[in-house]
Structure formats: C-alpha cells, structure tokens
C-alpha cells in the first residue's frame, strides 16, 4: 500500500463540486481520489465526473424517462421561452419561434430520450442531409415515439424552464436585447408575496 509520503508517485486531489438544485439551495460534492503517475491519464478527472453525473445532473425527470421527457428552454428561437405547452400532464401543443409545422418543434436542450428506446431503435440517429433546424424532429421521428410516449418535466405542467441558452452577447427577443435576472414566472412571484 502507498503512504501519503510518496508524493513523487501519488498526488491527493480534492474536487469540490458546486451544483445549483432548487431552491437556491447547493450542494457541494467533494471527491477524494488518488492519482497514480503511472496510471492512465485522466482516470481521476473521469471519476469525478462521473460522481458528479451520479450525485447532480441526472435530474429525477431526466432518470425517469422511459421514451421521451420534455420542458422548457429559456432564450431560443427568438422567444423567452420555447417547449411543450401542457394541459393535465399531456402535450397538446408548442411553443417556438422557428418552423412551427415541424410535428415536433424542439430545441435539443428541451428533451430527454429513455436508453432502452435508444437501444430498441438503432438506426435513430442525427442526419447531415436533415432541412436546416429539422435535426431534432427527424431524430424523435425514427425513435417512433408519439404524443403520448412524451412525458412532461418536472411536474406535468410544462410551467418551468429547465435549460437556458447562453451566449456571451445579450440575446435578442424580437429585435429587443434581453437581459434575464430572474427565470421565476411573473404569476409565482406574485403567488409569493400574497
């Protein structure tokens, strides 16, 4: 066994995670691990990251998707928000500023496949020869999925942005510049201060 003291053969490494989860609240995930010189290169950085995956970004409406979950994204298409419109947990429209006869008009950030649907279709796959802005559509359309195999997150409501897009320029909303301080929906803010 090796000792702290071989320190020309091992390095201690700290990683602490930061993760927003809701709320507010943050959790932080510090990962202990040991690094061998001698080993494969960046063995350390791909276990944190994978503690990381396990303990933050598989969101519970993510890992429980069983063909497809959907949401909203904030700041895409010319629009504060784009996605699902929902009505008791159900599809029923959409909401996008960019080719709205699409049969799923959706940004990438705003779904989520099952990997036992991936693996039931292994033909599904992204297309180069796919109409500019289709690429979404036609991949969901070789998964067979239909309207009631799409699951709504998180609550069934559709009423929550879950992905933002960012650039390092203000986005523009209908020629507007946009600056976002808070994603809370007007009608929850004014539910909080009653």
């Given at each position: 066994m090796?000792?702290?003291?071989?320190?020309?053969?091992m390095?201690?490494?700290?990683?602490?995670?930061?993760?927003?989860?809701?709320?507010?609240?943050?959790?932080?995930?510090?990962?202990l691990s040991?690094?061998?010189?001698?080993?494969?290169?960046?063995?350390?950085?791909?276990?944190t990251?994978l503690?990381?995956?396990?303990?933050n970004?598989?969101?519970?409406h993510v890992?429980?998707t069983?063909k497809?979950?959907?949401?909203?994204?904030?700041?895409?298409?010319?629009?504060l928000?784009?996605?699902?419109?929902?009505?008791n947990?159900?599809?029923?429209?959409?909401?996008t500023?960019?080719s709205p006869?699409?049969k799923?008009?959706?940004d990438?950030?705003?779904f989520?496949?099952?990997?036992d649907l991936l693996?039931q279709?292994?033909?599904?796959?992204f297309?180069?020869?796919?109409?500019?802005?289709?690429?979404?559509?036609?991949?969901?359309?070789?998964?067979n999925?239909?309207?009631?195999?799409?699951?709504?997150?998180?609550?069934?409501?559709?009423?929550r942005?879950?992905?933002?897009h960012?650039?390092?320029?203000?986005?523009?909303?209908?020629?507007?510049?946009?600056?976002?301080?808070?994603?809370?929906?007007?009608e929850?803010?004014a539910?909080?201060?009653?």
């Open positions: 090796l000792s702290p003291t071989s320190s020309d053969r390095r201690i490494m700290s990683v602490q995670c930061r993760h927003k989860q809701e709320k507010d609240e943050y959790k932080v995930l510090s990962v040991l690094y061998y010189s001698e080993s494969h290169r960046g063995v350390t950085q791909r276990n990251g503690a990381w995956v396990r303990h970004v598989l969101p519970r890992r429980n069983t497809m979950s959907t949401w909203k994204v904030g700041i895409v298409g010319g629009l928000e784009e996605g699902p419109v929902c009505v947990g159900k599809v029923i429209g959409w909401t500023g960019f006869r699409r799923y008009p959706i990438m950030a705003a989520a496949v099952g990997l693996a279709e292994p033909g599904a796959n297309s180069h020869t796919s109409e500019s802005g289709h690429l979404e559509t036609d991949f969901i359309t070789l998964l999925v239909s309207s009631p195999d799409i699951t709504t997150a998180p609550d069934g409501n559709c009423s942005v879950l992905a933002w960012t650039k390092t320029v203000l986005p523009e909303v209908d020629g507007t510049p946009v600056f976002v301080v808070n994603s809370e929906r007007q929850d803010r539910e909080k201060l009653q």
